[in-house]
């Protein structure tokens, strides 16, 4: 997912940013290793932050669940 993100973005922004010339590739391969990086860790930490965030918030109905490729209500065992 990064990988093809982090390809796709830096090619169209550097394509509008610098247009296409001689330098082009080496300023393309350049902004894409940097932005690869930025986006593997965005990827790898983001959702662990975000699902500690929602495990804290108090939700007035309760989340719905994946449940053999069903989505069920979580029961209340309390």
Known sequence: MAFC?????SFILVSI???YDHLF??????????AFI????GAYFFPR???QIMRRINF???PLMIEK?????????G
């Open 38 to 41: 930025c986006a593997f860790f």
């Open 5 to 9: 993100m982090s390809f796709f973005i």
């Open 17 to 19: 940013n610098r247009g």
């Open 25 to 34: 590739l080496s300023a393309w391969l350049k902004t894409w290793s940097q």
């Open 49 to 51: 932050v975000i699902q």
């Open 60 to 62: 007035v109905e309760k």
């Open 69 to 77: 490729d069903l989505l069920v209500r979580e029961e209340d065992n």
